[in-house]
């Protein structure tokens, strides 16, 4: 039940993505000349002539004009001209299809090759441009053009299709139309001259055109068209949650780059596309692929013996990559498998896969494989019996068979004779010794060395050879009759044969193990290159950290320069100014569309760099470019998995790191919003309070005034005066505070003695809140400090006043300046108020924090402690409320800097 629901959600979602995507409608034929632009074209007149907005963007008439006249009242777009090797070509104006945006677009000959220099290779490129904007396409393909049925169609005509349309550009149709002809009337017209020109329509008959192949062609046509059909059905049930159409399971589809590949991959394809099944690619790497990967760039370590080696690997390698390529573009996965053993890891992944099919080709049957193990499909046969296994053979399989047999003879003789020999000499040479000085009986061990030396180094086939070579050495020098083969023991026959088999034993074991070593070698690789990318972006905070990291990293695991652009920010600065205009609009479409594009692809393919977007679920935020030597050639399957790996990690420090700043901002706007609460409560009460004073005494002058004695007059007087000083400090706290944070304060510094600041203090303090009493301790050796002395004065009198509030009425406040013991002037100013709780002590620094205690009563603004904070820590000091004298009151505590060494010029918030 679970199941069935899965597949109807992904039906339903498969629907709605089609829904908001264009359409794309194919009219498909057997064979040129059928009437495929015809059949397109009236299609398009009677829709243009119900009101529809149809446009050509591009139809190819060849010079028939019956053709020409389906195209005359329909709206044509300008061909856009693009010059190559000297010539104007003439192509489709995509930007200007695109800018034009109709309701249905008609884009003839869908597997086109656009000409060099044009944003895309293929047209189907263009198509699926198209159809992500939104515009319904309508298109011409021959059934020779499919991707998967190029083998197919190779082995009926004999002719091998350049230009191929991938399966997955057919998972997009809304409808498709076979527009057929019977082979004799097709016929009839290439000899009318309706298709080619008459002698081109000779040539044809004589080779694509005949009976046979139009009547193959044409079969296959309608079974593509019949498979389409009942595909879109299985679907559309299954999106309606109706049963009776049961799909198959996964296919697994394995390729091991010894050749025709590609015809596997394509054969697997079909299969599961009739079974309506999944499909994967999978290639297991034992380790002798990585080995000579390895190696390939040290021949001066190994001389010309290695490079053949190496391009062996590398032309397996660029079989394997052009096959997982194919795969991806016809709609499969791909994965590279380590395991040295091949079997094993062929179940392993259709275990986890639930495949039901496993797709291989034709082993060789091979005298090592005989001895030491069977072949691997009599393996599979026996370890995977629970599995469908499809063995397919190629009609061009044992001439490759044979071609692949002298290959590896020649490989062998290029690379390893001077190994093989050297150790077998060597072995004779180090038994003879052995014998003679030492007295040595037992001389097969030294062979035996040779053997495991080889095998180490070499391949199991080089094991194999030295272990016979070793055989017949030892046979020949060291066994009686000595300088022939004959053995004249039994005794020594036995011996013989026990090191034959040592030998061939520990030649296996030792080839695996180094094939083990390649392979895991290769997996920690990548797997080291990722911690290191994940480990770096870890410490970054923000995006312009992640772009830093990743482009370092991307730069010292691939051994390319590296761009990263997210969002608006990019870099580094150095690879930004090595971008050309051309790589700018290859990184804007990657971002744009979410696909690769520049070099390595068919996009955008003349710029220089390679350009990968930065996935974040179903958008994109940024791109990577990565520009690889000029000399390099194609990347191998691995670098490109490690590389969008990476993009993807990338991708997921960006959201990580917009996240963040996200948060902070949202942080940050919460804080705003309770500051400017704060502020407008504090205004609203503090501010009114010595205003409402000071309007209702002056209110009583102007009324009263005559009827009241001097006495009285005189103390309304005082209070508008004292509430206009008290409104006075109020406003200075908060300009102070304002430019605190802009940083505004400028410090004009000047020696002056400790005892005169506080004195100055206090003295303020007295005439501001009379009958304050106020005891101070300065001890006479302290001298001058080199400060801003206003604004010390300011912080000080800020602190007394807070003391002196919530001091209880006849007690004194108590300031002490001493040296502190880390050589700064330390200033305590004590009350004995109610104290401070500590879990509150820090925060009664913050601005408008709200406490009953402290400045932060009913008659502060709760910004004389910050303020002081903030003068105190421009001149390099702290600040910190400590328990009052005896664990009575509180304390708060000034620390400055006795002789700073260099004058801050302006306040840092």
């Known amino acids: 039940m679970a199941t069935d629901n899965t597949d109807q959600a992904d039906a339903l979602i498969g629907a709605l993505r089609r829904q908001a995507a264009g359409r794309l409608t194919v009219f498909l034929g057997a064979a040129p000349g059928v009437g495929k632009t ?138 498709i139309r076979l527009v057929d002809l019977p082979a004799r009337e097709l016929i009839e017209r290439l000899n009318q001259g309706k298709v080619y020109l008459p002698e081109q329509a000779t040539q044809a008959l004589q080779a694509f055109f005949s009976p046979s192949n139009l009547t193959a062609l044409r079969e296959l046509a309608m079974q593509t068209v019949a498979e389409q059909v009942d595909a879109d059905l299985r679907e559309t049930r299954t999106a309606r949650g109706l049963a009776g159409i049961a799909l198959q399971r996964h296919v697994l589809i ?76 016809l709609g499969g996965d791909t994965e590279i498998l380590h395991n040295t053993d091949v079997v094993q890891a062929l179940l392993d992944a259709a275990s986890a896969r639930g495949a039901r099919a496993i797709v291989i080709g ?48 020649e490989r062998l003789a290029r690379r390893e004779t001077a190994l093989i020999a050297s150790a077998t000499l060597g072995a004779i040479g180090a038994a003879a010794a052995a014998e003679e000085f ?35 050495a030892y046979d ?16 020594g026959v036995a011996t013989v044969l026990l090191f034959l088999a040592a030998a061939l034993i520990a030649g296996r074991l030792a080839s695996r193990l180094r094939m083990q070593v390649i392979a895991l070698r290769a997996a920690n690789a990548q797997a080291t290159a990722l911690q290191n990318l994940a480990r770096q972006l870890s410490k970054a905070a923000d995006l312009g950290q992640v772009i830093a990291a990743s482009a370092a990293v991307l730069q010292a695991t691939l051994h390319a320069e590296a761009w990263v652009r997210i969002q608006a920010e990019a870099g580094p600065a150095a690879a930004q100014d090595m971008l050309s205009d051309k790589d ?22 003349h710029a220089g760099w390679w350009f990968l977007p930065i996935p974040d679920g179903a958008q994109t935020l940024g791109v990577v470019g990565l520009r690889f030597p000029a000399g390099m050639g194609r990347l191998s399957f691995e670098q490109r998995r490690l590389a969008e790996s990476m993009t993807e990690d990338i991708g997921q420090a ?47 002058l102007a009324h009263y005034g005559q009827d009241m004695g001097a006495e009285d007059r005189s103390s309304l007087l005082d209070t508008i005066r004292v509430e206009g000083e008290r409104l006075d400090r109020y406003i200075q706290n908060l300009l102070d505070m304002t430019r605190l944070g802009q940083q505004g304060l400028t410090l004009a510094r000047d020696w002056i003695g400790v005892d005169e600041l506080v004195g100055s203090a206090a003295r ?83 601005m408008f924090y709200s406490v009953e205690r402290g400045d932060r009563g009913r008659q502060g603004t709760g910004l004389g402690l910050t303020i002081v904070q903030g003068i105190v820590g421009a001149h390099m000091g702290s600040v910190e409320a400590l328990p009052g004298p005896g664990g009575a009151g509180t304390t708060i505590r000034l620390c400055l800097p006795m002789n700073p060494a260099e004058p801050v010029e302006t306040i840092a918030a």
């Not at 034709?362 to 499909?377: C, G, Q, V």
């Not at 990580?656 to 609460?677: F, K, N, Q, Y």
Request: hydrophobic share 40%.
């Open 764 to 846: 303020r303090l007295q005439r501001y809140v009379p009958g304050s009493r106020v005891e101070t301790d300065v001890r006479a050796d302290l001298g001058l400090i080199h400060v801003h002395p206003a604004l010390i004065e300011q912080a000080l009198f800020n602190v007394m006043e807070n003391a002196a509030k919530f001091s209880p009425p006849g007690e004194a406040i108590r300031v002490q300046a001493r040296r502190a013991d880390d050589g700064r002037l330390a200033i305590d100013i004590s009350d004995r108020g109610p104290g401070i709780p500590p879990d509150e002590r820090r925060r009664i620094f913050d």
């Open 584 to 605: 700018l609009a290859a990184a804007d479409w990657a971002q744009r569309h979410g696909q690769p594009s520049g070099r390595y692809t068919d996009t955008l393919a």
């Open 362 to 409: 034709r082993t060789r049957e091979r005298p090592i494989a005989r001895i030491f193990n069977r072949t691997l499909t009599q393996q599979l046969l026996q370890r995977g019996a629970r599995y469908e296994l499809t063995i397919v053979s190629t009609p061009l399989a044992r001439q490759r068979g044979r071609q692949l047999q002298g290959l590896a003879g």
């Open 438 to 472: 030492l007295g040595l009986q037992e001389l097969a061990p030294v062979f035996l060395v040779a053997v495991m030396l080889v095998a180490s180094r070499t391949r199991m086939a080089a094991a194999f050879v030295t272990a016979v070579l070793c055989f017949l």
């Open 38 to 175: 015809y059949a397109m074209l009236a299609r398009a007149r009677e829709l243009h002539r119900q009101g529809i907005d149809v446009v050509v963007g591009i139809v190819e008439t060849h010079g028939r004009s019956e053709t020409q006249a389906m195209l005359e009242g329909l709206p044509q777009l300008a061909r856009k001209r693009v010059e190559y090797q000297g010539r104007l070509l003439d192509e489709m104006d995509l930007d200007g299809l695109l800018a034009r945006k109709p309701a249905i677009a008609l884009v003839d000959e869908l597997a086109h090759r656009n000409a060099p220099g044009s944003r895309h290779e293929r047209r189907w490129q263009d198509v699926e441009e198209l159809l992500d904007l939104g515009i319904d396409v309508y298109t011409t393909v021959n059934i020779q053009h499919l991707e998967s049925l190029n083998d197919v169609v190779h082995q009926i005509t004999g002719v091998r299709v350049s230009e191929t349309v991938p399966d997955a550009v057919f998972e997009r149709l809304r409808d």
């Open 654 to 700: 960006a959201a990580r790191a917009r996240l963040v700043a996200e948060l902070e901002a949202a942080r940050v706007a919460g804080e705003t919003e309770r500051l400017r609460s704060a502020l407008l409560s504090s205004v609203s009460h503090d501010l009114r309070s010595p205003l409402a004073s000071m309007i209702g005494a002056a209110d009583s």
């Open 476 to 491: 020949f020098f060291f066994i009686a009759p000595r300088f022939t083969f004959l053995i004249s023991a039994p005794r």
């Open 254 to 329: 394995a390729i091991d780059g010894q050749g025709q590949s590609d015809y596997l991959v394509r054969a697997g394809a079909r299969m599961a596309e009739r079974r309506g099944a999944p499909w994967s690619v999978v290639t297991v790497d034992t380790g002798h692929s990585a080995d000579a990967t390895l190696h390939a760039d040290d021949l001066d370590r190994h001389g010309a013996a290695q490079h053949g080696t190496a391009q062996a690997g590398q032309q397996r390698q660029r079989e394997l990559d052009k096959a997982f390529a194919l795969a991806r573009s």
